[in-house]
């Protein structure tokens, strides 16, 4: 009694603090259960223990780190902890210094060190308690789907809700919960008739395959393309609770976003994650999970942006001044096709606000470097990853605070004046950059809305979004991933190409560039040019002019069942491109002789004959 006494004491004291402190607690009806999950935990624990004292210590530890853990992501990104977070947890090492290096380091080897400390290693009883945590965990990995389903019909499970997920059935359940889930989600790579139906689905025709056309290079004429993402760049204006004493936005890149008809590129992310924004950007395949697809799901050499221009002559050339192996982008950059990755190793870090290179000197180094490019040389595709607008944006003496604001927010006020100097930054190079490559086809745009304090804060104060996800409107989806883009077609200027997703990108760059080439960044992109789908964890909206559709998972609604079919089919064609087979490259002869059958059924059967799969291509920009 004296364990589960212990224990429950515990888990009173840190739901209350959790709550005061951050506004994070399962919801109540949940606490029974949850504290339940918690004195079973517990009391496998003090099974290995070898004494009250050891096993009291190594339970708060171990408790706490992942309690305090879930509601630091709760607050500051919307979603709890999830399954795929523990094989990302490496990359906070790359990111941190100071304190926060240090925290996190402690979050991870103090509860590690406690259990080694607390465990009986002479005790049979502490080996059987530990065999048979380990013969469940095998368990549910052989036999996931039962599991899964078992635990929503006893759990629940608010697929595009996963902050209510975790407030219905606690943290212990919800993390064996997901991780079930993910491991029934572990299929065998598509097979080639499965990718023949979902190319047909799609209108999409399969693309001359890479490793052949790898061979076959152009003479190496054509314009510049220069992609910009811009590190948590977004339009602070609408923060009217805020108070700003003026316009943050460079007013020289308000008249340009204006002239493109002030478009939105809408993210996969929020807060974070900035990877699943460039797969999309780089690749022109939605990202529609929560973890990376950079760290573990990109398994194959791939023919996206840069590789595909690079069979045309392109040199092709990453720069992200962090340290290099930061969310897997050395091998990702690698097998999407880039030449050469610069990081923070091939920069001078000469201009820093806090441990973030400022734009300004990231982008005078790469101009430097690029220069004899732009002068002659092969075409070149000059993707420029931005490093400046991290939480919590700090700025060095420098860049003294411009802007003021009424609202007790202190991260508002610093990111408003982020953005200040962000967009001049971004202007004095886009000046000198179209000076020196006026013909170029410059692409800029931020990777994600930024983190303004716990539970959505100066986002909530404003109305703009919801404390919490489940109180979104429908609105407030789009709001949730929508930053500027800019595009400019050399000296035409700016394009107005409507608010698009991230993975429509690519394929509007080769419009652009009159690349008729077939190509596999065209399969997502133009399967319906009148209506975009944006893809998000559990929920998606589609674009058709400005009506706005929010379909979400679980939930039976009219008009759903079109992006619902769409997003199998692209998810199946990611599978395959990325980490299966690859038979969507292998094969075009064999898809054009399935629609030469097709029709000649159709004249049999005196039907009208349709047109062939993926004719109508262009993108009408």
């Known amino acids: 009694m004296c364990v589960l006494g212990l224990v429950a004491l515990w888990y009173l004291a840190a739901q209350a603090g959790a709550a005061f402190f951050i506004g994070v607690s ?273 398994r194959r050499d791939v023919p996206c942006l840069p590789r595909h221009l690079g069979e045309a002559g392109y040199r092709s050339i990453a720069s992200h001044p962090n340290a290099a192996p930061f969310w897997n982008r050395v091998n990702a950059y690698r097998r999407v096709g880039f030449d050469q990755y610069w990081s923070d190793r091939d920069f001078a870090l000469d201009d820093m606000n806090g441990e973030f290179l400022s734009d300004a000197s990231l982008y005078r180094q790469v101009l430097e470097r690029i220069g004899p490019d732009l002068d002659g040389g092969p075409p070149l595709f000059n993707y420029v990853l931005t490093y400046f607008g991290h939480l919590d944006y700090p700025l060095n003496e420098a860049r003294p605070d411009i802007i003021d604001a009424k609202a007790d927010n202190v991260l508002v006020r610093a990111y408003a004046n982020t953005v200040h100097y962000k967009s001049r930054e971004l202007m004095a190079f886009l000046r000198e950059l179209r000076q020196r490559d006026p013909d170029a086809i410059i692409v800029l745009f931020g990777d994600h809305l930024p983190s303004l304090g716990w539970n959505y804060g100066g986002y909530a104060e404003s109305g703009l979004l919801a404390a919490d996800r489940s109180e979104f409107d429908d609105a407030m989806f789009k709001t949730l991933v929508a930053t500027p883009l800019v595009v400019i077609n050399g000296r035409r200027g700016p394009v107005r190409t409507g608010d698009l997703p991230i993975y429509a990108l690519p394929a509007l760059i080769l419009d652009l560039l009159g690349d008729e080439r077939e190509s596999m960044l065209r399969f997502a992109a133009h399967a319906d040019d009148a209506v975009r789908v944006r893809p998000l964890p559990g929920v998606r909206f589609s674009l058709e002019g400005k009506a706005l559709t929010v379909c979400r998972d679980g939930e039976v609604q009219l008009g759903c069942e079109a992006s619902r079919a769409w997003i199998e089919a692209v998810s199946l064609l990611k599978r395959d491109l990325f980490n299966g087979e690859q038979h969507a490259l292998k094969a075009p002869e064999r898809l054009r002789r399935l629609q030469t059958v097709e029709l000649e059924i159709e004249d049999i059967g005196g039907g009208d004959v349709s047109e062939p799969i993926g004719d109508d291509t262009d993108n009408d920009v």
């Open 26 to 298: 399962p919801a109540a009806q949940a606490w029974a259960q949850d504290l339940g999950a918690h004195l079973l935990v517990g009391g496998l624990l003090f099974a290995m223990a070898r004494s009250l004292k050891r096993f009291a210590l190594a339970m708060m530890v171990l408790f706490s780190a992942f309690t305090v853990s879930n509601a630091i992501k709760l607050a500051v990104l919307g979603g709890p902890v999830m399954p795929d977070d523990f094989i990302a947890a490496k990359n906070l090492f790359l990111l941190l210094e100071g304190w926060q290096l240090w925290g996190s380091a402690a979050m991870l080897a103090l509860p590690l060190a406690a259990l080694l400390w607390m465990f009986a290693w002479r005790q049979p009883r502490a080996w059987l308690a530990l065999a048979g945590v380990v013969l469940a965990v095998m368990a549910v990995a052989k036999h996931p789907v039962p599991v899964v389903g078992w635990m929503d019909a006893r759990f629940g499970d608010w697929v595009w809700n996963q902050r209510g997920n975790y407030e219905m059935r606690g943290l212990p359940i919800h993390l064996v919960q997901e991780t079930a889930r993910n491991l029934s989600r572990r299929t065998p790579p598509p097979q080639m008739d499965e990718v023949d139906q979902a190319m047909r689905l799609l209108g999409a025709k399969a693309p001359s395959g890479f490793f052949k056309a790898a061979q076959r290079r152009s003479d190496g004429t054509g314009r510049n393309v220069h992609m910009i993402v811009l590190e948590s760049f977004w339009d602070p204006l609408p923060l009217k609770a805020a108070g700003l004493s003026s316009d943050p936005l460079d007013p020289e890149f308000r008249r340009l976003w204006r002239a493109g008809g002030g478009a939105s590129a809408l993210s996969p992310v929020f807060g974070g994650y900035t990877a699943n924004a460039e797969f999309e950007a780089l690749c022109g395949f939605p990202v529609h999970t929560d973890g990376v697809f950079f760290e573990g799901r990109l």
